[in-house]
């Protein structure tokens, strides 16, 4: 990907040395002030400071160090006198980096469709997004258009809200980072048209990428890595448009690398989502869309080196087609947890890392064309599906469980099911090479033969037996022991799963916790309001309700659940809040080396069989340190719940 400084000159040197007027004046931007010197050639330089001797030419590599001043003035006109100033309009010495830098941040600029940075349509460029979208907000700025970054981007303010009055004028977005890097997040949430992100770098950005609009979402050659949290979420629910990614990476964030949620088309082209713990997770499940995932060659989309999954795709009557793709040695980290088995009870242990996860509930057909899903910790394809389902030239070898794992969802009202295997491999794998349990109505055939050898259990196995009969449980169950608390707070409440199957407690604003058996020992649970953080929020949060709830055994602290139980925290949203962006924070108290901070709990995910996906809140502890979130947040109607296996502080915020 093309780097800043080579081939052309930075964004700021094209800026000192344009000469046709700019839409706006830049000291409202960034800052700096150009003055041409009267009766007197060449530069004048401020506090009187000597004249550098000749300009070294600029380093050819970008991230070995910033250009100086005068290696940016080096094409500036010769009548030119400088001063240049911080974002807090604090003179900045001509010699120092700070002034070289707050020339080379002098960015962004948003442009109408059909016009580029330097035009005179276009805003000009700004120090921050924020004082950009001040000018869009004070300007006769209207209609389709693109922010265009024309340096990297370190200023924390890069959150675009279609509730912003600045932007009623505006229309479809696009975002464009010519190649440059953002070290913080970018959001663009309660948007009503089409979105677009292209050409950009992120790393290192918590939460990187969050796009949440009714219109469609594209999003094309960009990178995303290291993020403290998911890589990129997007999401269009709220309509019926479509979501398309296309030769972009998302590689070792925390937990999914690319989630996209929609109910129209998903469509991945030559992507790579590696190394974190969930490669990728697209949900076209509430619409009738379809999920089409493709490389232009085998391997261009990848899904590989993930810990609890590689790809997950759902649709309902949509068809999910896997064509070209990788998803091989998705393995678990040590003691990693894997399944939610039952309701209050974690399993560690009971399935582990799976390639490629595909469900299709409503009879959308599901078709696996030239793909592989080797070296998983589990299964290598895990299918859940209602319609037609065809393997075409299928690689699944050595993998932990079943090669290939077919599961018809119409089993019990005996729904017809086929499955088409048309060549391909299915070796050395622990369980079956293939196994399809399709109930008596399902039928599998061989189009060409495939190749098993080696499999543990055998080379494959078809299930046509009828479902069976549901255990049911006598009785109405144990009740729960519920808890009203009153404003000032109550004394620890013994958990008594004797008598109970939990214990709930309820505050004086609607917020519950709900400690779900088996577990042990004393609770409390207090509100949290907003001048009693722990912390100040994250930027582009706004308290909504707070809740606190703490566990003691023998009278100790204790921070963790380890009986198998779990804790439900629910908040009632309010109903100005309701269809808007909204997040379940987690206080952290080991974070930054015990100092603490906020988490961002992850948005709610489940397996091919609806069980939830268990993350880790610290996947790089090691040993792990059994704290889990158990498949995330879930915002939907009045409610925001999220349920984990550990006590603190959570809040709802709003975005």
């Given at each position: 990907m093309r780097r800043p400084w080579q081939g052309r000159r930075p964004a700021a040197v094209?800026?000192?040395?344009?000469?046709?007027?700019?839409?706006?004046?830049?000291?409202?931007?960034?800052?700096?002030?150009?003055?041409?010197?009267?009766?007197?050639?060449?530069?004048?330089?401020?506090?009187?400071?000597?004249?550098?001797?000749?300009?070294?030419?600029?380093?050819?590599?970008?991230?070995?160090?910033?250009?100086?001043?005068?290696?940016?003035?080096?094409?500036?006109?010769?009548?030119?006198?400088?001063?240049?100033?911080?974002?807090?309009?604090?003179?900045?010495?001509?010699?120092?980096?700070?002034?070289?830098?707050?020339?080379?941040?002098?960015?962004?600029?948003?442009?109408?469709?059909?016009?580029?940075?330097?035009?005179?349509?276009?805003?000009?460029?700004?120090?921050?997004?924020?004082?950009l979208l001040d000018e869009i907000g004070s300007g006769s700025y209207s209609g389709n258009g693109t922010i265009y970054f024309d340096t990297d981007y370190t200023t924390h303010d890069a959150f675009i809200r279609?509730?912003?009055?600045?932007?009623?004028?505006?229309?479809?977005?696009?975002?464009?980072?010519?190649?440059?890097?953002?070290?913080?997040p970018l959001e663009v949430t309660g948007w009503l048209y089409d979105v677009s992100i292209t050409n950009l770098d992120m790393a290192g950005a918590t939460s990187a990428l969050r796009v949440e609009t009714t219109g469609a979402i594209?999003?094309?050659?960009?990178?995303?890595?290291?993020?403290?949290?998911?890589?990129?979420?997007?999401?269009?629910?709220?309509?019926?448009?479509?979501?398309?990614?296309?030769?972009?990476?998302?590689?070792?964030?925390?937990?999914?690398?690319?989630?996209?949620?929609?109910?129209?088309?998903?469509?991945?082209?030559?992507?790579?989502?590696?190394?974190?713990?969930?490669?990728?997770?697209?949900?076209?499940?509430?619409?009738?869309?379809?999920?089409?995932?493709?490389?232009?060659?085998?391997?261009?989309?990848?899904?590989?080196?993930?810990?609890?999954?590689?790809?997950?795709?759902?649709?309902?009557?949509?068809k999910i087609t896997i064509n070209n793709v990788i998803a091989d040695n998705n393995t678990l980290a040590p003691a990693a947890p894997t399944a939610l088995a039952a309701p209050a009870t974690l399993d560690v242990g009971s399935s582990e890392a799976y390639g490629l996860g595909l469900t299709a509930s409503a009879g959308g057909a599901i078709d696996v064309i030239d793909s592989g899903a080797s070296h998983n910790d589990g299964r290598g394809l895990w299918i859940e599906g209602t319609g037609p389902i065809l393997l075409n030239n299928v690689i699944a070898d050595a993998n932990g469980a079943d090669g290939a794992y077919l599961h018809n969802l119409g089993t019990c009202s005996a729904s017809p099911i086929s499955v088409s295997v048309d060549g391909g491999t299915f070796t050395n794998n622990g369980g079956y090479g293939l196994h399809a349990v399709l109930g008596p109505a399902g039928a599998l055939t061989f189009i060409n033969p495939a190749t098993f050898a080696g499999n543990a259990l055998g080379d494959y196995a078809v299930n046509l037996d009828p479902c069976p009969e549901c255990d049911k449980e006598g009785g109405e169950g144990k009740p729960y022991n519920t808890i009203n608390v009153p404003e000032i707070?109550?004394?620890?409440?013994?958990?008594?799963?004797?008598?109970?199957?939990?214990?709930?407690?309820?505050?004086?604003?609607g917020d519950r916790a709900m400690l779900v058996c088996p577990v042990q020992g004393e609770a409390t649970a207090s509100p949290v309001p907003a001048n009693g953080l722990p912390g100040p929020l994250p930027a582009g949060r706004t308290h909504v309700s707070?809740?606190?709830?703490?566990?003691?055994?023998?009278?100790?602290?204790?921070?963790?659940?380890?009986?198998?139980?779990?804790?439900?925290?629910?908040?009632?949203?309010?109903?100005?809040?309701?269809?808007?962006?909204?997040?379940?924070?987690?206080?952290?108290?080991?974070?930054?080396?015990?100092?603490?901070?906020?988490?961002?709990?992850?948005?709610?995910?489940?397996?091919?069989?609806?069980?939830?996906?268990?993350?880790?809140l610290h996947p790089s502890a090691s040993p792990d340190d059994g704290m889990y979130i158990l498949g995330g947040v879930r915002v939907f109607g009045d409610s925001a719940t999220v349920e984990v296996n550990f006590a603190g502080t959570f809040v709802l915020v709003a975005r």
């Open positions: 094209r800026r000192l040395i344009m000469t046709r007027p700019r839409a706006l004046p830049l000291s409202a931007l960034i800052l700096i002030t150009l003055l041409v010197q009267l009766g007197t050639p060449g530069i004048a330089w401020a506090d009187g400071e000597a004249p550098p001797t000749e300009a070294e030419p600029a380093a050819e590599v970008w991230e070995e160090s910033v250009p100086t001043v005068a290696e940016i003035l080096e094409a500036a006109p010769p009548e030119t006198e400088l001063v240049v100033v911080d974002a807090s309009g604090t003179p900045e010495p001509l010699a120092s980096q700070e002034a070289a830098q707050a020339i080379l941040e002098s960015d962004p600029e948003w442009c109408p469709d059909g016009y580029t940075p330097g035009d005179p349509e276009c805003t000009g460029s700004f120090l921050t997004v924020d004082a279609g509730s912003d009055p600045r932007l009623v004028n505006l229309r479809n977005l696009g975002i464009d980072g010519q190649g440059y890097t953002l070290s913080v594209a999003v094309t050659d960009i990178n995303i890595s290291g993020s403290g949290g998911d890589g990129a979420y997007l999401d269009n629910t709220s309509g019926t448009a479509s979501i398309t990614v296309t030769d972009s990476t998302f590689n070792a964030n925390t937990w999914t690398g690319l989630d996209a949620r929609s109910h129209g088309d998903i469509t991945l082209t030559d992507v790579v989502a590696t190394g974190q713990e969930d490669g990728a997770y697209l949900d076209a499940s509430g619409g009738l869309g379809a999920v089409t995932v493709g490389g232009t060659v085998f391997g261009d989309s990848d899904f590989s080196g993930n810990t609890l999954a590689g790809l997950t795709a759902k649709t309902a009557s949509g707070g109550i004394p620890p409440v013994p958990l008594d799963c004797e008598l109970f199957a939990g214990t709930i407690f309820i505050l004086p604003s707070g809740i606190a709830v703490g566990m003691t055994k023998s009278g100790q602290p204790v921070l963790t659940i380890t009986e198998g139980g779990y804790l439900k925290i629910a908040f009632p949203i309010p109903e100005d809040l309701r269809g808007k962006s909204l997040a379940i924070l987690y206080w952290d108290p080991i974070a930054n080396g015990g100092v603490g901070g906020w988490v961002e709990l992850p948005p709610y995910a489940a397996r091919p069989d609806g069980s939830p996906l268990v993350h880790r």
